[in-house]
Nanobody, 121 residues
Framework: VQLQASGGGLVQPGGSLRLSCIAS????????MGWYRQAPGKQRELVAK????????TYVDSVKGRFTISRDNAKNTVYLQMNSLKPEDTAVYYCNADLRVGAALQYSAYWGQGTLVTVSS
């Protein structure tokens, strides 16, 4: 299984970016897909997560009202639309998927390679 993230870059404060992440491989079922971020000198934190069997995604308080997570289940893809970006949003963003591979009975966490988002004027 591979998770391929894209869409990071440099943006000015107040700007927008859209991250994408595609999961590929012998995927039986995806329980959840989401985004985490890690800023320099800080621990990785959950930004947003969407569970397949739940209608309401989870967001960290600092991004509520600015970021929106969405999924295309047919394409095993998760998106993160980031609006009104702030310098404190600067971080490496990692996509994550909790999924079952092939005949496995357990769900496991998989991670993408990370994409850098820099918010600066």
């Amino acid at each position: 299984v591979q998770l391929q993230a894209s869409g990071g870059g440099l943006v000015q404060p107040g700007g927008s970016l859209r991250l994408s992440c595609i999961a590929s491989g012998n995927i039986f079922r995806i329980m959840a897909m989401g985004w985490y971020r890690q800023a320099p000198g800080k621990q990785r934190e959950l930004v947003a997560k969407s569970y397949t069997d739940e209608d309401t995604p989870t967001y960290v308080d600092s991004v509520k009202g600015r970021f929106t997570i969405s999924r295309d289940n047919a394409k095993n893809t998760v998106y993160l639309q980031m609006n009104s970006l702030k310098p404190e949003d600067t971080a490496v963003y990692y996509c994550n998927a909790d999924l079952r591979v092939g005949a496995a009975l357990q769900y496991s966490a998989y991670w993408g390679q990370g994409t850098l988002v820099t918010v600066s004027s």
